[in-house]
């Protein structure tokens, strides 16, 4: 599996591949669910490697870690997602 901030730096820096509308899903801990925000509404710092900013519908930002984007969809179709967490035994 690619890692999220290699698939995101592609989809920034190869024209071909970047055409297209994504979008993140990302683990919301006081959701408790899958949250998907626009990546047009994701702002990533290029010297920040953990974190990126999402800005929600009502204008608020909030930081979320790259370790909890759960997929990622081009187009409406789901393009990447991370493997199921396993609980130890």
């Known amino acids: 599996m690619i890692p999220i901030r290699s698939l995101l730096h592609r989809i920034r820096w190869d024209p ?28 990533i710092d290029p010297g920040n490697h953990f ?18 984007v759960r997929e990622v969809y081009r187009n409406g179709e789901l393009i990447w997602q991370r493997p199921p967490r396993q609980e130890p035994l």
């Open 16 to 43: 071909a591949f970047g055409r297209g509308t994504f979008t993140l899903g990302y683990y919301d801990r006081v959701r408790r669910g899958v949250v998907q925000v626009p990546l047009a509404r994701v702002q």
């Open 51 to 68: 974190s990126f900013v999402a800005l929600e519908d009502d204008g608020s930002a909030h930081d979320v870690p790259f370790h909890r």
